[in-house]
């Protein structure tokens, strides 16, 4: 983590993004199954934009803020909700829901390569362990022979890598970007303006729509949870992380989440897990690990000892 102190907030912060974020994928595949996706997102991220406007302007918090701040919101409602959550429940249509999780949980490993390119960020050698660790995982979670014999499987990986790229990117733009110091507010402009877009990016390709009345009430359910706990609890608590711990940090969510969906998809909706799923689990989480640790492997640490003791200088890394 920074410099901040581990606070009972910041627990709370980590355990939403975990634990409920890890849910999501559940609710979201059970309702894009009866729902247009961009639609489906629409309506959560307006309705969530609106209701924590309401409760902002209940608890005395302003909503004003000032231009700039405006359009960093869009950009990050953008990256993170508009591209980045619509197109992973839109493929969700074609993917599990576990499987969605378990290829996410290599966000860590972009997020570094990001700040490699943009910030200059020198990758350190247990990090270089970890991409490794990573391209293998999802090598061997594309590979199955269920994922490449299911149709638009592979379509749908791809565009959740995408998707991956935009969240990693927008966490690095928040970060350093001028948003409303109040993270409920930033939060609700976010989520205010990517439903906009969404519903237009539904209108573009001609969704259907449908009155929230003709839904069957486990896809009202879905909605209200992903309304309340998925967008306004979790997101709120993953702006506030973002502007207290580093990226990479926040970006650990992923160790929890794939476990979660893996169970619940499971559970409720008999996904399959195969071995070579489990492997693949176990190898990505395995270089998030290397990515995050500050441990050295003992084997690197002898061989940097010898290095040095060789060549008298501090290697390059």
Request: net charge positive; charged share 10%; glycine share 6%.
């Amino acid at each position: 983590m920074s410099n901040s102190k581990i606070t009972p907030l910041i627990l709370l912060a980590f355990f939403s993004i975990y634990v409920i974020w890890g849910s999501t994928y559940l609710l979201n595949k059970i309702a894009v199954a009866e729902l247009a996706p961009f639609m489906l997102a629409s309506i959560r991220f307006i309705i969530a934009g609106v209701l924590i406007f309401i409760m902002a302007k209940l608890s005395g918090k302003s909503i004003i803020i000032s231009k700039k701040q405006l359009i960093n919101t869009i950009i990050a409602g953008f990256l993170f909700l508009a591209f980045g959550n619509g197109v992973v429940v839109w493929a969700l249509k074609y993917v599990d829901s576990g499987l969605a999780a378990l290829e996410i949980s290599a966000q860590p490993l972009l997020i570094l390569i990001l700040m490699r390119i943009l910030q200059g960020k020198k990758i350190k050698p247990m990090s270089i362990i970890g991409v490794i660790l990573g391209i293998i995982g999802i090598y061997l979670l594309i590979s199955q022979k269920a994922v490449l014999n299911q149709e638009n499987s592979i379509l749908g990986m791809v565009m959740i890598f995408f998707c991956m790229l935009s969240w990693g990117y927008g966490s690095l733009f928040v970060s350093s970007a001028d948003l409303p110091k109040n993270y409920f507010v930033n939060t609700g402009y976010q989520m205010l303006t990517a439903g906009v877009m969404l519903l237009f990016a539904s209108l573009v390709f001609r969704e259907t729509w449908s009155s929230p009345t003709s839904w069957s009430g486990t896809v009202q359910l879905s909605m209200l949870l992903l309304i309340i706990f998925g967008s306004i609890v979790a997101f709120t608590s993953f702006n506030y992380l973002l502007r207290v711990v580093s990226p990479e940090k926040v970006a650990t969510s992923t160790y929890v989440n794939p476990i979660i969906a893996l169970a619940l998809g499971w559970y409720f909706l008999e996904e399959q897990i195969t071995l070579q799923s489990i492997v693949a689990a176990v190898v990505l989480l395995t270089g998030v690990y290397f990515i995050n640790t500050k441990k050295k492997l003992v084997l690197f640490s002898r061989f940097r000892s010898k290095y040095l003791k060789n060549r008298g200088s501090e290697p390059s890394l």
